[in-house]
């Protein structure tokens, strides 16, 4: 019996002496590797009153969610779980104009209690009277990207990119930029047709 105890004591003692190291480090915290496809686009030019390019590797499909209009879209990026929503106005006054540029304006900046910043950029290309404002939000936001387009007289077109995924900025900051590229394309290559 003294020997059972003796060998049980033993185990424990090295036990609790193996536990008490405080030479401990942490690990640093990790992220998945992102393998981003190459760049190449298709261009949309359908029954919409405007064309635009966007990538081959995301899926243009009509939106289907409740209230929809014609020539509401979703961009959807399944590689990244991200989705970038495209709805379109025919404005008819002077006035749903103005309602729908301060929409988009309170839009963007419903989103500074989390962001840590928001810059404003001038869209201008007269020569396609192709006007607007792009919106990028900077934090752990629901949204990080949100623009808006129009001629100022009869069309109003505008985007917002939303992942499914609780936002943590610092890991998918790699994919916001991917992303803001195609975008960038879309805006550059956007014109109306009437």
């Not at 003692?13 to 008490?20: I, K, N, P």
């Not at 006035?95 to 928001?118: S, W």
Request: aromatic share 20%; hydrophobic share 35%; glycine share 2%.
């Amino acid at each position: 019996m003294k020997k059972y105890c003796f060998i049980l004591m033993f185990a424990c003692l090295v036990v609790f002496s193996a536990c008490h190291n405080n030479s401990y480090t942490p690990k640093p915290r990790g992220y998945f590797k992102i393998d981003f496809p190459v760049k190449a686009y298709q261009n949309y030019n359908k029954d919409c009153p405007f064309s635009f390019d966007y990538p081959k590797y995301a899926n243009l499909f009509a939106d289907s969610s409740t209230d929809t209009q014609p020539c509401w879209y979703n961009l959807s990026f399944p590689q990244f779980n991200g989705r970038l929503h495209l709805t379109y106005y025919d404005i008819s006054s002077k006035k749903e104009y103005e309602n729908l540029v301060e929409d988009a304006r309170t839009f963007a900046f419903k989103h500074t209690v989390k962001a840590n910043a928001i810059e404003q950029k001038l869209i201008n290309y007269p020569e396609r009277k192709v006007y607007g404002v792009y919106y990028a939000i900077d934090g752990n936001t629901a949204s990080s990207v949100q623009f808006f387009l129009t001629d100022s007289v009869k069309h109003y077109f505008r985007g917002a990119l939303y992942f499914n995924e609780r936002p943590q900025y610092d890991s998918i900051q790699p994919v916001v930029n991917f992303i803001k590229k195609d975008i960038d394309r879309m805006i550059s290559t956007f014109k109306w047709k009437n």
